[in-house]
């Protein structure tokens, strides 16, 4: 029993509060009760119309707690203290529990949305934009960043903001991360600087005050990092780690498919041995480029290629067409499209303006080719017959018929002796104007 006066302050408590409180009576007298006793909302003790009970928790003493009821009478009130320590303790971890259950149940919503998500994404910057949305939702971050790495080593800021831009290299937090494969969680400075030195000073100067890192890695192959970054004061509970190792896996898991997809889609559209465009991929572009502009056809045939192959094994021949390849690719422009049509036969499309354009071009990829400089001396001189077929500058050619008069073109230079470049002009009925 603790009465107060009209002034709310105390004039008496009974052995049993003092003991509880562990302080003399005088030294508790003429004081507030708010000195003695804390709502568990930590607020003053509310002084709404009602005799309670409220929870109160001993000011210094937190894990004590106390049931308290007032009645108010003529002299001031009585207050009616009650030991509730065990039964507050139950109530706080069973509050626990319920906002653990809830926190999960989000997240796996979270997680289970996300996984759709990833499935669904056509390309690795939808995915990363999908993962910086869901992983800030999921820490309620003011800002998310993925980062994912390059073939050179570096890294680029595939989504969200990076707030730490011009002080620490984006590389360097994916490696914090990747090296030893784990979450990081920082919060404050110091502990930034315990990560990475200098990591906490960079933050500072960008009003960054914690982040929590997770690495994108799926079986032995490293993508990348995403962070979630924080401008006030952030605790992590037990769940922060798994909930970022799910998150990052299931990302992982879907750029994985997606470049085993990109893998298999380049290698069904390029050749094995030159890595150019191949003849199903050169059939669908060269339509697209006749259909849009006046172009040429450059049907190109190795002279004496089965020689190569005969003598020296198709090793040598394979590092001969790899050779022309990246030849024929000097020679041609930028805007031109460069395939291997099959054995040892290329093409080339080219936008032309008219047939000395094409010439030009083709004279220029015949010098390439018979260049000798460099050349490997167990192979004989590079030399090849070139036919050229040039769209009419308003007929209606099709790329088909195009390809085709070029490689008419092209048998009529290697019948000439090779090594050099016979044209033609396409017209839609098939008709030919040949000269060399």
């Known amino acids: ?102 926190r999960t149940r989000v997240r796996l919503e979270l997680l289970m949305d996300s996984s759709v998500a990833f499935a669904t994404a056509v390309s690795e910057i939808r995915l990363a934009e999908v993962l910086s949305d869901a992983s800030a939702r999921a820490y309620g971050a003011a800002q998310s960043t993925v980062l994912l790495a390059r073939p050179d080593g570096g890294s680029v800021v595939a989504a969200g903001q990076y707030p730490l831009a011009g002080r620490v290299a984006p590389e360097s937090l994916v490696q914090l991360v990747t090296a030893p494969r784990r979450v990081v969680k920082a919060v404050g400075v110091e502990q930034a600087d315990q990560e990475m030195a200098g990591l906490g000073a960079a933050m500072q100067g960008a009003g960054v005050r914690g982040f929590i890192a997770a690495p994108l890695h799926h079986e032995e192959m490293d993508f990348g990092a995403f962070v979630d970054w924080f401008h006030h004061e952030r605790s992590f509970d037990d769940e ?147 036919g050229v077929a040039i769209a009419p500058p308003r007929g209606t050619v099709s790329a088909d018929q195009l390809m085709r008069d070029a490689d008419l073109a092209m048998y009529r230079a290697k019948s000439a002796g090779g090594n050099r470049v016979e044209l033609t002009t396409s017209t839609p009925h098939g008709d030919r104007d040949c000269s060399t």
């Open 1 to 102: 029993m603790v009465r107060t006066d009209e002034r709310g302050l105390i004039a008496h408590a009974n052995t049993w509060f003092i003991e509880w409180v562990g302080q003399a009576l005088d030294a508790i007298v003429g004081r507030p009760i708010a000195d003695l006793l804390l709502p568990a909302s930590q607020d003053l003790m509310p002084s709404a119309v009602g005799a309670g009970p409220w929870v109160m928790l001993q000011a210094g003493a937190p894990d004590r707690a106390a049931m308290v009821s007032r009645h108010r009478d003529g002299r001031g009130e009585l207050l009616v203290i009650s030991e509730a320590s065990e039964r507050y303790r139950a109530l706080a971890d069973l509050r626990r529990r319920y906002a653990l259950a809830d």
């Open 240 to 386: 922060a780690a798994p909930l970022a190792e799910a998150l990052a896996g299931q990302a992982a898991q879907a750029l994985a498919t997606l470049r085993l997809q990109q893998r298999l889609a380049h290698a069904a559209m390029h050749d094995d041995v030159t890595r150019l465009p191949n003849r199903r991929l050169l059939e669908a572009e060269a339509s697209r480029l006749v259909e849009s502009s006046r172009c040429a056809a450059l049907f190109i045939d190795l002279d004496r290629f089965k020689e190569v192959n005969d003598q020296l094994g198709h090793q040598a021949g394979d590092r001969m067409l790899r050779d022309a390849a990246n030849r024929l690719i000097a020679g041609a422009r930028v805007d031109d499209l460069v395939a291997r049509y099959g054995g040892d036969e290329f093409v080339i499309i080219c936008p032309v303006t008219g047939p000395r354009d094409a010439e030009d071009i083709a004279e220029r990829v015949l010098r390439a080719l018979s260049d000798d400089i460099d050349w490997p001396p167990v192979l004989p001189p590079l030399r090849a017959s070139i």
